[in-house]
């Protein structure tokens, strides 16, 4: 191996040993719709509903808009 492999593999190794982990894009999602029931707003549960229209929760926040704009 090359002085240069040698270093660019290094390199590569402590990059991937610092990376955190990739997180659950469920978890972001089910966050995002916490923070729009907290608001408490019509346009939190639209901007949520618009953000992700094809998760279960976008059925929850729809459901939740119709209740709020009673």
Do not use: C, W
Not at 30 to 59: N, V
């Amino acid at each position: 191996m090359s002085k240069i492999a040698a270093a660019d593999q290094a390199q590569k190794t402590v990059r991937d040993s610092t990376t955190p982990p990739a997180r659950n894009p469920n978890a972001a999602v089910e966050e995002e719709y916490q923070f729009a029931l907290r608001k408490g707003t019509a346009a939190a549960l639209e901007l949520f509903i618009a953000r992700h229209p094809d998760t279960p929760l976008s059925e929850k926040a729809l459901a939740d808009l119709r209740r709020l704009s009673r």
